[in-house]
């Protein structure tokens, strides 16, 4: 890459702070997993992590596995190894590069952090089907592989309303993981300490939206692109001081960008919603060619579905039910298309982007007439991308950038 290319991407002095704590994180997973103490828990990304660090677990999260395998772009090297044993390159990506990897015992973490040869092996695998079906297969077949137990909470989908139905059934099966998590965490489960870990995630999550809210200035101080990084934290470290003093000093520095009209994007003359997953291996790409388009994406669904706001130390089950199932991806067309309407307002949005990432139908939202519904009700242009999280093969980058060209001229004329 070039120095030139390099430069256009402003730099986030924080980013050295959030390596450290990340680098932290995974050397204190790979301990625990080499001494066999504390207990190791893999947990979906919107799982019961709180309940886990409660219990004296230290947590891994296959999905941030998977991010990692597609920033780095080896992701294509894993997933036709899963598909050779019969899971399809049609199913989630993440899944299939991160059972490939698996398989061929190879990870970047290996690469990235000297001394660290592979991940960190399960004690127990514990998902939350909240987000797709995917995860519940992905643990079921690392608990055959690795004869662990599997462990979760069967969340309902598609909900508009959420009941007192709903809830009661999601807080009794959370309060059900506790007597085999007691076991194989040999620590009993404490009100008190998992009070203490909501309260930090709370934390964690406030300051999170803190961050993402900067971006309602103009010029926003931060892109989509940097969000999925600085994301982070909020996603392997919520339950942690860490990663509360992490935000503090990231939401520092993005007010003293506010407040020297220091922007994500120089020149920035259109403000994009991002609507689905990222483009993993393409990041970095993506950032500058919207750079060079001087169109800033500043807003996505992705990087908010890290807000827990209802999470309340003083009811710590239910206000953990409530938080892990109101969260977008859970909920009916009518509440999304909502949601995305108030995030147009607060953000002053010019355009909607839709990634349908072919791997991922639970976060593609283009696939049952939204864009064409949003066009009209909020008189915004919308564009659809073909892609994908982590297979490669399924984003033709050519096709994407000629359209998303257009789609910036189109933004001109209005
Ligand atoms: S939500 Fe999508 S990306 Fe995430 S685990 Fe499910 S299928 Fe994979």
Redesign the pocket.
Known sequence: MSEEKVRKIKKIQASGHMRKIMADYFYELDAAAKAGSPKVAWC??VGPAELLLSLGFVVHYP?NH?AVLGSTRVANDYIPVANAIGYSPD?????TSDVGAFIKKETPLARAYEGIEGVPKPDVLVYNTN??R??QD?FGWYSRELNVPALGISTYRNIGEITEYHLQSIVQQIKDLIPPLEKISGNTFDIDKFREVLALSKDCTLLWKKVLEANTAIPAPMSFFDGTIHMGPAVVLRGSPQAVEYYKVLLKELEEKIASKDGAVEGEKFRLYWEG?PIWGKLRDLAEFFIDLKTAVIASTYCNSWIFEDFDPKDPFMTMARAYTEIF?VRDENFKEKYIEEMVNKYKIDGLLFHD?R?????SNSRYGMPERLEKKLNIPTITIDGD?NDLRCYSEEQAKTNIEAFVEQLETR
């Open positions: 979906t990304s999905e998977g199913i989630c990506s993440y899944l987000q797709c995917d995860v992905w997953m991806i990432a791997t991922c139908p639970a976060n999280l």
